[in-house]
Structures are given as structure tokens and as C-alpha cells.
Nanobody
Framework: QVQLDESGGGSVQAGGSLRLSCAAR??????MGWFRQAPGKEREFVAA????????EYSNSVVGRFTISRDGSENTVHLQMNSLQPEDTGLYYCAADYARVTKNRPPDYWGQGTQVTVSS
């Protein structure tokens, strides 16, 4: 069983920055990433990082503004979010998968979610 502990959400004005973190507790190594869900919308893929290669993938809506990184020694993944816009508002979920975090299927594990609110 894997437990994902998220932190770092909050409220910020447009143009501001936030940094989300997610610590994975459990056996093994995983691909990790982030999804988000805005009110009234479906959950959508944001970013992912491969644990072995550190290869990253981003949704088109966050490319150039968000950066995903990992701290292998602590099994933690971070999402640095810059130039935030009101459309980035939502509940951000950490995700972990034994193979790959991808927009094409749900991951093996979800975190509880952390709220990000961007005001104009």
C-alpha cells in the first residue's frame, strides 16, 4: 500500500507562484505526477516524472509555467507553479504509479488533494 501526503496549496493572486509537494510512503519506486480538478470539470493531467529516468511530461496548458521535480532520497515530488492564472484554480491531486503516470489512464494511487486558488 502506498500513501501520498500532499502539501503546499493555498491562495495567490494571478501572476503569483506556489510550490506543491508530495511525499510517497510505501514499498518500491514509482512514477509520480499531478492531476487537477476544477469545480464542475473532469480531473485532468498536469505533469508527471519518471522515477528511473527523470523524464518529464506536461499538459499543454502548463508548459513553460510549471516544473515538476523529484527528491529521490526522500521519495518526494514537487510541482513549482509560476505565472499562475485563475484557470489554474482547482484541487490538485498527487498521483503514483508502478509503471507510468499518464493522462490516458488513472494511476495506481491518488493523494487526498490540495486546494489551489488563483484570484484575478
Amino acid at each position: 500500500q502506498v500513501q501520498l501526503d500532499e502539501s503546499g496549496g493555498g491562495s495567490v493572486q494571478a501572476g503569483g507562484s506556489l510550490r506543491l509537494s508530495c511525499a510517497a510512503r510505501g514499498f518500491g519506486y514509482y512514477a509520480m505526477g499531478w492531476f487537477r480538478q476544477a469545480p464542475g470539470k473532469e480531473r485532468e493531467f498536469v505533469a508527471a516524472i519518471d522515477w528511473k529516468t527523470s523524464a518529464t511530461e506536461y499538459s499543454n496548458s502548463v508548459v513553460g509555467r510549471f516544473t515538476i521535480s523529484r527528491d529521490g532520497s526522500e521519495n518526494t515530488v514537487h510541482l513549482q507553479m509560476n505565472s499562475l492564472q485563475p484557470e489554474d484554480t482547482g484541487l490538485y491531486y498527487c498521483a503514483a504509479d508502478y509503471a507510468r503516470v499518464t493522462k490516458n489512464r488513472p494511476p495506481d494511487y491518488w493523494g487526498q488533494g490540495t486546494q489551489v486558488t488563483v484570484s484575478s
